[in-house]
């Protein structure tokens, strides 16, 4: 399966989502660290269990948060320096931006966050949002 494809960012959407509980920023990390042979550690896993909108505040999306935190933890691992990085994200954040009208979960996802929500709501953003950010790094050559 080619590990950049809509199809299989959806398997494994399906699998993290449904079968994990995870929450878009973990999931979204899951996906790209799966599609970039890069092992995930505990502890920047855990780190991210608090980044969707921050906590659902409906702050900064977890579709940032997590592709933020992995481009930092894998470009470091390909030898780039910190203001590499910096410049990387960054510029992840402002193509982000331009092609989703927004980094904030407040304006991406349908109606906030509701008791009545149908599970998986933001299902379809979070493929978008995955296939753009594999398509960025891949881009990027490292």
């Known amino acids: 399966m080619d590990k950049l494809s809509e199809h299989f960012v959806t398997t494994k959407l399906n699998y993290y989502y449904r079968e994990h509980g995870y929450n878009c920023a973990q999931a979204s990390l899951s996906v790209l660290s799966e599609a970039f042979n890069m092992v995930l550690t505990e502890q920047l896993f855990d780190a991210a269990s608090g980044m969707n909108g921050a906590g659902r505040y409906r702050a900064q999306c977890g579709l940032v948060e997590g592709p ?3 481009m930092g933890a894998y470009l470091k691992s390909k ?9 990387c ?19 991406l996802r349908p109606n906030g966050f509701n008791e009545n929500d149908p599970p998986f709501l933001c299902e379809r953003l979070s493929i978008k949002a995955i296939v753009f950010t594999l398509n960025y790094v891949s881009g990027l050559n490292p």
């Open 89 to 107: 994200c960054q510029e992840f954040a402002k193509e982000f931006e331009e092609e989703f009208g927004s980094l904030l979960c407040r304006d």
């Open 79 to 87: 030898n780039y320096d910190k203001d590499k990085i910096n410049m």
């Open 68 to 70: 933020l935190m992995f």
